[in-house]
């Protein structure tokens, strides 16, 4: 089995910051890329940031100049700065990993997601 265990949620104050990590384990023959979804109440899941292997990187707009992520490869691991938060990214953060597993079987993975307030 694969699990993905995401840390560093909490409750922070409107312009404070946060640090996100998941770290991907199990029957993984490779993670060809890792990512960051939220999903606020009464909203539809919608990604926040991506990154694959090789490095290269997408933001959701309203996410730019203030989020950054970053992996190790050989931990299996990708974080989330988060900087500049707002009320409005109040939502529970999911990681998500592509993975191929050691029979070849490709596949999306999820995490159980940490909940991230924002509010004074």
């Known amino acids: 089995q694969v699990q993905l265990v995401e840390s560093g949620g909490g409750l922070v104050q409107p312009g404070g910051s946060l640090r996100l990590s998941c770290v991907a384990s199990g029957s993984i023959f490779s993670i060809n890329a890792m990512g960051w979804y939220r999903q606020a109440p009464g909203k539809q899941r919608e990604l926040v940031a991506t990154?694959?292997?090789?490095?290269?990187?997408n933001y959701a707009d309203s996410v730019k100049g203030r989020f950054t992520i970053s992996r190790d490869n050989a931990k299996n691991t990708v974080y989330l700065q988060m900087n500049s938060l707002k009320p409005e990214d109040t939502a529970v953060y999911y990681c998500n990993a592509v993975v191929t597993r050691p029979t070849g079987f490709r596949a999306d993975y999820w995490g159980q997601g940490t909940q991230v307030t924002v509010s004074s």
């Open positions: 990154i694959t292997s090789g490095g290269s990187t």
